[in-house]
């Protein structure tokens, strides 16, 4: 089958399409035949051996852990899929080796759902990581309800964008940083918008003098004034998914975790009209580099998708 393979860390990595024998399926495993993926920011910073102290990886590397796709055969203690499902998942496994930007990909159900009804192949593909990542921020780990301001450092990217709708959603007031190219964009989702940087603080208190009740960090620039946004009495709610020295403010680090429930979660969010997901562009698997160059310019509005035919 067709992937995209590395054969070493590199900054910039070398990318090639080539051919590679079909990946196994475990017992409690499917095989899915992926029609999209999509570019997330560990795509790359993997490739650059950023995170080898984390992961096990074993070259050659086919990068990717989001997929949208079809069941194409499973394994024999699975009860929950069947060949011919039209699944959507967070394909994170223990060693980075066999990754979504391939023909096909094998995948432990534990990372798989069915994939939203109304949405293409290729929305479906933008969702699973960073809508996880959106969705258990704000509900597991901040709880965010009707009473809540939050602000959301880095609103306009694949994270943010999903977090402004799935925090709307639950009831919070939405502040959202983003350049000013992105404001119109913000406000369409329905958060406020603040350009991001020196000054944010004054900017935020002159709009809410009292400040905001909790803080979701996407970015990690503005990670270090994130204490003086909050309230009285809201001291610590803050999450941040770049930086673990949040944990000094009192706060939280998450890293996103596959889960079926908050895959079903989103899939309902999708199809009832909450969740729209906005992709930037879209890209073959031969163009693989060109779509990780136009992530790393760090500036995508949404997401970008990898189709696959
Ligand atoms: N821990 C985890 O589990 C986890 C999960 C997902 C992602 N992440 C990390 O979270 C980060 C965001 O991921 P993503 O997928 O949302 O990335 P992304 O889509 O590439 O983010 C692009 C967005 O970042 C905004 N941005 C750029 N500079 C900014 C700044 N100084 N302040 C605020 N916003 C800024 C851009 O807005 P403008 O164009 O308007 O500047 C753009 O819309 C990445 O570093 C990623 O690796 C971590």
């Keep these: 089958m067709k992937a995209i393979t590395y054969s070493a860390y590199g900054d910039p990595v070398a990318l090639e399409l080539t051919d590679v024998d079909e990946p196994k399926i475990g017992p409690d495993w499917v095989m899915v035949a992926v029609k999209a993926t999509s570019v997330n920011p560990v795509d790359w910073k993997l490739a650059t051996g950023g995170m080898d102290g984390a992961l096990d990886t074993f070259f050659p590397v086919t990068p990717g852990w989001d997929v949208a796709g079809v069941v194409e055969q499973v394994g024999p203690a699975v009860t929950t899929l069947e060949p011919g499902d039209e699944v959507f998942g967070y394909?994170?496994?223990?060693?980075?080796?066999?990754?979504?930007?391939?023909?096909?990909?094998?995948?432990?159900?534990?990372?798989?759902?069915?994939?939203?009804?109304?949405?293409?192949?290729?929305?479906?593909?933008?969702?699973?990581?960073?809508?996880?990542?959106?969705?258990?921020?704000?509900?597991?780990?901040?709880?965010?309800?009707?009473?809540?301001?939050?602000?959301?450092?880095?609103?306009?990217?694949?994270?943010?964008?999903?977090?402004?709708?799935?925090?709307?959603?639950l009831g919070a007031r939405v502040l959202g940083t983003a350049s000013q190219a992105n404001h119109d964009y913000l406000r369409d989702l329905g958060a406020e918008p603040f350009v991001y940087g020196e000054g944010l603080v004054d900017r935020v208190r002159s709009e809410i003098p009292e400040g905001v009740t909790a803080v979701l960090d996407l970015n990690g620039g503005d990670l270090a004034v994130s204490p003086d946004l909050l309230a009285e009495g809201s001291a610590?709610?803050?999450?941040?998914?770049?930086?673990?020295v949040v944990k000094e403010m009192g706060g939280e680090y998450v890293f996103v975790t596959p889960d079926v429930d908050d895959l079903e979660e989103l899939a309902g969010l999708f199809d009832d009209g909450t969740l729209t997901v906005e992709i930037a562009e879209t890209f073959t698997l031969a163009d693989t580099q060109k779509a990780w160059e136009l992530n790393q310019q760090g500036h995508t509005r949404g997401k970008i998708v990898i189709t696959v035919d």
Excluded: C, M
């Excluded at 980075?96 to 432990?108: L, R």
């Excluded at 929305?123 to 939050?150: K, R, W, Y």
């Excluded at 610590?236 to 673990?244: E, K, N, Q, T």
């Design 91 to 169: 394909v994170r496994k223990d060693a980075v080796h066999g990754g979504t930007y391939a023909e096909k990909v094998s995948a432990p159900i534990r990372t798989l759902a069915k994939k939203p009804v109304n949405s293409s192949f290729a929305e479906a593909a933008a969702i699973p990581l960073t809508g996880l990542t959106a969705f258990q921020s704000l509900v597991h780990s901040l709880d965010i309800g009707p009473s809540d301001t939050i602000l959301i450092h880095g609103a306009s990217g694949g994270v943010g964008s999903f977090a402004v709708q799935i925090a709307k959603s």
């Design 236 to 244: 610590g709610r803050i999450v941040s998914v770049i930086d673990p």
